[in-house]
C-alpha cells in the first residue's frame, strides 16, 4: 500500500510541493527544478564556509 504524503522528516516537502504545482501549472517545473536546485547551493555554500542562518 503506497502511502500519499511522506512525512515531513523524510525531507521530501520541498518534492511534493513540486508535485502539486507540476498539476497545476505547467511552468512550475522549471520553477521547482530551479529552487530545488538553490536550496541544494545554498546548503553546500554553507557547508563549505561554515555558514549558519
Known sequence: ??????????????????????????????LCAQRVWQVGQLSWYQKEHKVSV
Open 1 to 30: 500500500m503506497r502511502r500519499s504524503r511522506a512525512p515531513p522528516s523524510a525531507g521530501l516537502g520541498q518534492t511534493e510541493t513540486c508535485r502539486i504545482f507540476t498539476e497545476v501549472s505547467e511552468y512550475a517545473p522549471k
